[in-house]
């Protein structure tokens, strides 16, 4: 264990360091978020995480349980294959390890619902389906209409259009709800060139505001900056400058009726998952209005 920073409010804390051992038949997407999502519930705990994806032998597995025995900690699986598993799971009791099947609570409760039988097809939520190649589609789609790129006609077939200032992280957003599936495009507003008028236009998109506070802003776009070593342009970080321009954004916003999402303490997933909300309320509505 090594020392965490001092407390103002108390003594200093020691962080707990400890092995996580996250094996995987597939990718290894699924656990490395579930252990992320778990450890953050904990102050002072910082997992060493150590990878094992695609394994798919009995050699693969007995050098999963090497590394395992020199690294004594927790082991995570998503293993699909009956003697995989039984394998893995004999391996942990031998040496004295903890393993959890990462999703079987989930997985049981559901079988128990359903009624169903469990497939045993191995990377079965990477098949090469329809819903794989529309987040291809929708990433193609976002990155051809990145930056206020495309027409009002060719907009039309977004799912969601963002809007906002300069560094209101339009783009990763975008990114980031391709990838479930969703196309985006982002439209920046820029002082004396583009308000956002046009997309008044649009009737099949929603179109979100994104905003952001003046001195966050400000910040972000000084960082930027710095990290191109660029000159910094007055009013590019002017804060009277940047609060003028964040003030006639959200102003404009609200006087065209769109949904406005603050940006400013939120992460890029945070953010998706509002607009993924919105589109769910909209769709909704949609149905509601047509029964």
């Known amino acids: 264990m090594t020392p965490a920073r001092p407390s103002r409010s108390g003594p200093s804390r020691l962080a707990t360091y400890f092995h996580v051992h996250l094996v995987s038949d597939s990718t290894g997407e699924t656990l490395n978020a579930m252990a992320k999502a778990v450890t953050a519930r904990f102050d002072g705990v910082i997992p060493i995480e150590h990878i094992y994806a695609l394994v798919r032998s009995p050699k693969q597995m007995e050098r999963v349980l090497e590394e395992v025995a020199d690294a004594p900690g927790v082991v995570l699986h998503t293993i699909v294959d009956r003697e995989l598993r039984e394998q893995l799971e004999d391996g942990c009791r031998r040496l004295d390890m903890p393993q959890i099947g990462a999703l079987d609570p989930l997985v049981g409760a559901l079988s128990r619902y359903l009624g169903a039988a469990l497939s045993t097809r191995v990377g079965a939520q990477h098949a090469l389906d329809h819903e794989y190649f529309n987040r291809i589609a929708a990433l193609d789609f976002a990155m051809a209409h990145d930056d206020g790129q495309g027409t ?140």
Not at 225 to 252: C, F, I, P
């Open 152 to 291: 009002v006609d060719e907009l039309e077939g977004a799912d969601v259009v963002l809007c906002g200032v300069s560094r209101t992280s339009k783009t990763p957003t975008c990114i980031y709800l391709a990838h479930r599936g969703i196309r985006a495009a982002n439209v920046p507003l820029v002082p004396g060139q583009e308000d956002g008028e046009r997309l008044t236009a649009l009737r099949n998109p929603l179109v979100v505001g994104l905003t952001v506070s003046p001195d966050r802003l400000v910040q972000i776009r000084k960082n930027r900056l710095d990290g191109l070593n660029a000159s910094r342009a007055s009013s590019y970080v002017d804060h009277d400058a940047v609060r003028d321009e964040t003030v006639k954004a959200r102003r404009a916003f609200e006087r065209r009726g769109w949904p406005v999402i603050d940006v400013t303490r939120r992460s890029v997933e945070e953010t998706a998952a509002a607009i993924i909300n919105l589109l769910s309320e909209r769709r909704s509505r949609s149905l509601a209005s047509n029964w």
